[in-house]
Each structure stands twice: as C-alpha cells, then as structure tokens.
C-alpha cells in the first residue's frame, strides 16, 4: 500500500462530498451568524468583556464549533458507507489511515475557515481592544475543532446515524449536563477549549481545570478518535460492509 500521508484524490473528492451537499449551506450560515451576533451585540452594549466572553463561548464555542465539525465530517465518509461507494476506495492500494487522514484535512479545513476564523472576527469586532481574548478563542476554537472531528468522523464509522447521535452528544452531554454536572468539566470538548481561552487571555470561563489536562486530553482524542477511525475502516470489506 502507499506510505503517503494525506492522498491529494482523496482530498478532492472530499471537499466535493462536502459542498456538494446541502451541509455546504449550513456551513457558511453558521459562521455569518455568529459574526451577525458579535455585531449586533457590540452595537447594543459596546465593547463590554462580559458580554463578550459569553457570545464567544456561549454560541462560538459551544455551538458553531461543534456543528461546524459534525456538518463537515458527517458529510465525507457516512454517505459513502451509506451508499457503498466507499468500495471503490477500499480497494484502492492506500492505507486506511491515509483515506482517515485525508478526510479530516478537508474536515479541519472547514473547522478553520468556518469556526477558527470566524471566532477570531468575531472576538475583534466584540472588544476590539483586547486582541488577545480574540487570539485565545481563535486557538480553542481550532484545537476543539480537531477534537470534533476526531470524534465525529469515528461515530461516522461507528453507526449509520451519525448526525443524530452527535447532536445528541452536543445536547446532552455538552449542553445540558455540561451545564448541571461540574464534574462534566473532565470529559468536555468544549470545557477544555474554555481552558485554553482563560490561559491564552487572562479571562475565567471555566473552573479548577489545568491547562495542561485540557490540552493533552484534546490531543488524546484528536489522535485516538483518528487511529480508532481508520482501525475500524480496515474491518470493511471491499463491499462496503463488515
């Protein structure tokens, strides 16, 4: 099989899957959005700290990062797993890893060009005098968009329902019991992503969390999520199907 790392095929054909779909769509809406809020917030109460840490984390970091990594990785291996086009690449001389590795360049793509960037706009247009809080969410959006990916593209393989259940996972378990349960802290993507804006800008968004826990367990389930992915993809058989 071929030692390359990314297949640049692999990486076309992934940014059609993506676009091609109307999950494209929904990628350029989230990121307007968000930088809509951020105007619209700074026009009613100026450049307010507060008010500007809690748009940020509150629908940049806890909404439009997770959908931007679920809608941009459901959409590059699930159809194709659906559909049974995923053959044509299975019997392809190429590593697994290589068709893993190669989808989530296109899906981290997305993360920075819709979620990363956006944040960083957005930050800047709320409290344009504090670059560094817009640097911090620029970081943390980024490292919990790899994490999201990860995570997502596993479930893709994983289960036929990957949207479903990963919107369930951002409502349940980052959303609503993050919000209950202070123990969440330890096993959430976008707690650690609060880690790294407090450490980054100077601000409090989360509580009693290392900065140091927060970034190698985002590393663990960036690299994990991506070798469990591309494990499980060898169990398919050349149909398709396990």
């Known amino acids: 099989m071929s030692g390359q790392v990314l297949s640049p095929t692999i990486v076309r054909l992934g940014v059609r899957s993506v676009f091609g779909r109307w999950r494209g769509a929904l990628l350029f809406v989230l990121p307007l959005s968000l930088i809509g809020l951020a105007v619209l917030v700074r026009a009613l109460v100026g450049a307010d700290p507060g008010a500007a840490e809690n748009t940020l984390y509150a629908f940049g970091l806890a909404v439009t990062v997770p959908l931007v990594a679920l809608l941009a990785t459901s959409g590059l291996l699930a159809p194709e797993i659906d559909d049974g086009s995923i053959s044509y690449l299975l019997a392809k001389p190429i590593s697994r890893y290589t068709i893993v590795a190669s989808k989530l360049a296109v899906a981290a793509a997305c993360v920075v060009v819709f979620a990363a960037v956006p944040l960083l706009v957005a930050g800047l247009v709320l409290l344009g005098s504090e670059p560094s ?28 329902h990957a949207i479903v259940i990963g ?66 993809l060898r169990a398919f058989n050349l149909t398709g199907d396990e």
């Open 133 to 160: 809080l817009a640097l911090g969410f620029l970081v943390a959006g980024l490292v919990a968009g790899l994490a999201y990916c990860s995570l997502f593209a596993l479930l893709s393989v994983l289960t036929r």
């Open 167 to 232: 919107l369930i996972y951002l409502l349940g378990w980052e959303g609503l019991l993050g919000g209950l349960l202070d123990g969440v802290r330890w096993l959430s993507i976008t707690r650690w992503a609060g880690e790294i804006v407090d450490t980054i800008a100077g601000v409090h968004l989360v509580d009693d969390l290392s900065i140091w826990y927060a970034v190698v367990a985002s590393v663990v389930v960036i690299a994990l999520g991506a070798w469990l992915t591309g494990r499980r």
